[in-house]
């Protein structure tokens, strides 16, 4: 069965700790990226990559990092920079960079300050 | 800067009445422009999307929008509401320069029983 796969679908962070969300695809998709979500505000790309070993930043990408080392990864790390990570973490990716091409998501990691 | 905009934070709708959830947008050029619904504690899921020609899209489970070039307006439609329609709706225009999805800042739909 093809899609996007996130964990933990809960996470808590303690105060100064940097934390790993893991999202993968099995949708051979080229483009993945990372969205954060809060109430009223949308969603926010915080970081998105096009191809392995290339990444960019987002408009939000202070205080988080990413890798593509594989074509079916692409996991964020909220590090201890990041002063106010609590928020709703959605993972997405599209067959290629075409304009025309829909975005697929995963079910999304819920993170929380302890 | 390319973006759209929903003006209504929350639509509520008696069910098998008609829905409307209003999105405008600013881009220059030609928009590519989406739907997508997000059910509770879920991901987005794709209903639409308008890229060029006919100005009356149809999508996923009876939904459709209308682009309206001279409006800049992407408006989501239903004929008829049913309860399992209440979701949050996002209204997204891509960037054709970076490629990015720019979201609107999310709409609930509420259908009344």
Redesign the interface.
Known sequence: DGG?T?SPKYLFRKEGQNVTLSCEQNLNHD?M?W?RQDP??????IY?S?IVNDF?K?DIAEGYSVSREKKESFPLTVTSAQKNPTAFY?C?SSLD????E???????T?LSVL | AQSVAQPE?QVNVAEGNPLTVKCTYSVSGNP?L?W?VQYP??????LL?Y?TGDNLVKGSYGFEAEFNKSQTSFHLKKPSALVSDSALY?CAV???G????I????TRLKVLA
Do not use: C, E
């Open positions: 996007i996130q483009a990226y969205y009223g505000q949308g969603l926010r790309l998105y096009q960019q987002g959605l997405a960079s075409d304009p025309n829909k975005l697929f998501f995963g079910s999304g819920q | 934070d590519y989406f997508y504690n879920r991901g987005l899921q794709f999307k890229i996002f891509r960037d054709k970076t490629y990015k999805y979201f609107g800042t999310g």
